[in-house]
């Protein structure tokens, strides 16, 4: 059973950056696709960044040009580079793996994180 342990979350200023990172238990390079979320309170859990294993990338219209995704097969991690953050990013992110990247589309899967929290704020 693949885990899945973000870390990095925690409170910034409007304009400022934060670097998630996910870990995955085992090799990530099995999971082919995978993706970071965001659930903020009262809202719906959206799709933020997701990437395959060719390395083809794709972002939410909201996040473009501030968000950056990543992986390292070494690591078995996959990181999100956040900056020029607002405080409608606040939110609790969340690392998937498991899913389809089709059509430069990601359609997540099954294994998720416990999530980490996001507080854009001054």
């Known amino acids: 059973q693949a885990q899945l342990v973000e870390s990095g979350g925690g409170l910034v200023q409007p304009g400022g950056s934060l670097r998630l990172s996910c870990a995955a238990s085992?090799?990530?390079?099995?999971?082919?696709?995978m993706g970071w979320y965001r659930q903020a309170p009262g809202k719906q859990r959206e799709l933020v960044a997701a990437?395959?294993?060719?390395?083809?990338?794709n972002y939410a219209g909201s996040v473009k040009g501030r968000f950056t995704i990543s992986r390292d097969n070494g690591k078995n991690t996959v990181d999100l580079q956040m900056t020029s953050l607002k405080p409608e990013d606040t939110a609790v992110y969340y690392c998937?793996?498991?899913?389809?990247?089709?059509?430069?589309?990601?359609?997540?899967?099954?294994?998720w994180g416990q999530g980490t929290q996001v507080t854009v704020s001054s």
């Open positions: 990437l395959n294993g060719g390395g083809s990338t």
């Open positions: 998937n793996a498991g899913g389809i990247y089709a059509n430069g589309r990601y359609y997540g899967g099954n294994y």
């Open positions: 085992g090799s990530i390079r099995s999971f082919g696709a």
